[in-house]
């Protein structure tokens, strides 16, 4: 199975930062990666597919960049509601789908 | 407005059995693969299972092969986990989640459920 690393675990950040997080994968996924945002109690959100395109209704703060086995999430300028868990997610072709571990996005 | 409701979640005995229901509306059900993915209390994302769009192709995560059966009643619109021989690991949430490219499993999940709670304790 493909494994996805994700960091850091956690990040503090403020308001108005500029905030990046890493996924590695084991292995090659071209650019068959997704980005989610979880927040307490509520389901997983899609943010970020195929490593770069916006999900419709994200907000453009929110890219993605990356491909082979790096990628990243990035936040332009963090808002109070982005205060979250964000988990990568990959699901290269006829591969087992797997999800990083998450990294939680605190406020400083 | 693609909704996904689960149910059948419960406390069971280890060693015991559970069926989950997630009832899909506001797409075409048959056309989409889905998914179960579940989350331990306080902890992340875990793919479960995968049916396609016919049911006639299914993928099982190893930590659960052999003791989970994932299916789906295209009529009722409707996905079902199987769950066999419980263990405590196999407590948490879980969720269904659609794909969002018709005819293809290997997709981005774009609309997930709320999830059903599951707990495996004596």
């Known amino acids: 199975d493909i494994q996805m690393t994700q960091s850091p675990s956690t990040l503090s950040a403020s308001v108005g930062d500029r905030v990046t997080i890493t996924c590695r994968a084991s292995?090659?996924?071209?650019?068959?990666l997704a980005w989610y945002q979880q927040k307490p109690g509520k389901a997983p959100k899609l943010l970020i597919y195929d490593a770069s395109s916006l999900e419709s209704g994200v907000p453009s703060r929110f890219s993605g960049s990356g491909s082979g086995t790096e990628f990243t999430l990035t936040i332009s300028s963090l808002q109070p509601d982005d205060f979250a868990t964000y988990y990568c997610q990959q699901y290269n072709t006829y591969s087992l789908w797997t999800f990083g571990q998450g990294t939680k996005v605190e406020i400083k | 407005e693609v909704q996904l409701l689960e149910s059948g979640g419960g406390l069971v005995q280890p060693g015991g059995s559970l069926r989950l229901s997630c009832a899909a509306s506001g797409f075409t059900f048959n056309s989409y693969a889905v998914n179960w993915v579940r989350q331990a209390p306080g902890k992340g994302l875990e793919w479960v299972s995968a049916i396609s769009g016919s049911g006639g192709t299914t993928f099982y995560a190893d930590s659960v092969k052999g003791r989970f059966t994932i299916s789906r009643d295209n009529s009722k619109n409707t996905l079902y986990l199987q769950m066999n021989s419980l263990r405590a690991e196999d407590t948490a949430l879980y969720y269904c989640a659609k794909v969002a490219i018709k005819t293809s499993s290997w997709s981005r999940f774009d609309y997930w459920g709320q999830g059903t709670l599951v707990t495996v304790s004596s």
């Open positions: 292995q090659h996924i071209s650019s068959w």
